[in-house]
T-cell receptor, first 116, second 109 residues
Framework: KAGVTQTPRYLIKTRGQQVTLSCSPI?????VSWYQQTPGQGLQFLFEYFSETQRNKGNFPGRFSGRQFSNSRSEMNVSTLELGDSALYLC???????????????FGPGTRLTVL | QQPVQSPQAVILREGEDAVINCSSSKALYSVHWYRQKHGEAPVFLMILLKGGEQKGHEKISASFNEKKQQSSLYLTASQLSYSGTYFC??????????FGGGTRLMVKP
């Protein structure tokens, strides 16, 4: 089974620009979560999508948004980029068998975003 | 609220044992352990559910103390391949994971 794929793998943008990152989950997985990873803050949860609906949201400003398509692929958008947005953005997919539990999450390789 | 991992870093010789702890200030539904090697994605190791169970994966095992809101990861007879950063992810409400700051493990020959 193919793993989680993320595109692009590397991205360089300048302050004020916007960026869209893409994530394709493992086939059959309906939940996609996004995380920001930085050396100082570790792995920070951004949001989770399940069946095209945002189920959970982390403590990030509204500049960070996402969506999920009917084939479970997900995109994350960051508008008005700031220097502090430089990070590795990871997405993870899971089966999400029930709403009362958190299933095993399988991570993609990430997109390394650098904001200049 | 982010779980607290300790120690932050540990250096071992091949064959030595290590314990990594993960503590939460909130009640836990489950604890997930991941290992991330430099430049790679985090890889799932194991999940522990409410009930104080212990699980194993090769020479890596973990325990979950629901009352103390803690989990510990045990690495026995460490190998070079165990090097990496270990993260615990805690599920406090049955719907999302919050990750600790990570524990950097280096195994030397």
């Amino acid at each position: 089974k193919a793993g989680v794929t993320q595109t692009p793998r590397y991205l360089i943008k300048t302050r004020g620009q916007q960026v869209t990152l893409s994530c394709s989950p493992i086939s059959g997985h309906r939940s996609v979560s996004w995380y920001q990873q930085t050396p100082g803050q570790g792995l920070q949860f951004l949001f989770e999508y399940f069946s095209e609906t945002q189920r959970n949201k982390g403590n990030f400003p509204g500049r960070f948004s996402g969506r999920q398509f009917s084939n479970s692929r997900s995109e994350m958008n960051v508008s008005t980029l700031e220097l502090g947005d430089s990070a590795l953005y990871l997405c993870a997919s899971s089966l999400r068998l029930s709403s009362g539990s958190t299933d095993t999450q399988y991570f993609g390789p990430g997109t390394r975003l650098t904001v200049l | 609220q982010q779980p607290v991992q300790s120690p932050q870093a540990v250096i071992l010789r091949e064959g030595e044992d290590a314990v990594i702890n993960c503590s939460s200030s909130k009640a836990l539904y489950s604890v997930h352990w991941y290992r991330q090697k430099h430049g790679e994605a985090p890889v799932f190791l194991m999940i522990l559910l409410k009930g104080g169970e212990q699980k194993g994966h090769e020479k890596i095992s973990a325990s979950f103390n629901e009352k103390k809101q803690q989990s510990s990861l045990y690495l026995t007879a460490s190998q070079l391949s165990y090097s990496g950063t270990y993260f615990c992810g805690t599920d406090n409400a049955g719907n999302m994971l919050t990750f600790g700051g990570g524990t950097r493990l280096m195994v030397k020959p």
